[in-house]
């Protein structure tokens, strides 16, 4: 089963999150700085919730601002993991219908943290392809450079969390 490329293969990002449509933003905890050493990205209050794939601990956000954590791995997802993936893309729907700025994250903010945006871009009414394009150009190249994560969105991930759930 293909998963993705080794960590040590993956450049940092060269910021610590990216809007992808107006008030959803993808990030992750390490960036590039501008010397490009590495440095820790930190949420503090930037944002109204917080979806956090891969918790840190120092890397916030602040106390009284809303911060899911449903911890996944970069890899194959279960069914019970990929409907908290789909739970997570919903809660990040209905905060941007209440206008609220949402940052989805994970280590890099490109694999975990794509598959909860691109979802949740569907469920805005993009197709699976527009999500993916749109967050390669919008944060970067590597982002969901997991093939399984593409092939889960590319099924739709209902569908594939009942194939996962029947291979149990």
């Known amino acids: 089963m ?3 490329r080794k960590q040590s293969d993956v450049p940092a990002p060269d ?17 590039k700085g501008p010397p490009g050493q590495l440095e820790f990205a930190v949420v503090r209050d930037q944002f109204d919730l917080v979806l956090t794939l891969l918790r840190l601990p120092g890397h916030g956000p ?6 899911h954590v449903w911890p996944i791995p970069d890899g194959p997802l279960d069914g019970t993991q990929l409907a ?13 219908d209440d206008g609220r700025k949402v940052l989805v ?16 871009l569907v469920r805005l009414g993009h197709s699976s ?3 993916i394009r749109l967050i390669r150009t919008r944060r970067s190249p590597w982002a969901l450079h997991n093939e399984l994560f593409v092939e889960y969105l590319q099924t739709g991930l209902p569908t594939a969390r009942l ?6």
């Open 84 to 96: 908290g993936v789909m739970r997570l893309a919903q809660a990040a729907c209905d905060a941007l």
């Open 62 to 67: 602040d106390p009284g601002v809303e911060h």
């Open 129 to 131: 392809d527009e999500a």
């Open 15 to 31: 910021s610590p999150w990216s809007e992808i449509v107006p008030g959803l933003w993808m990030g992750g905890h390490e960036f």
């Open 163 to 168: 194939l996962e759930e029947l291979t149990e």
């Open 2 to 4: 293909r998963t993705r």
């Open 105 to 120: 994250r994970c280590y890099h903010g490109y694999n975990r943290s794509g598959l909860v945006v691109a979802h949740a």
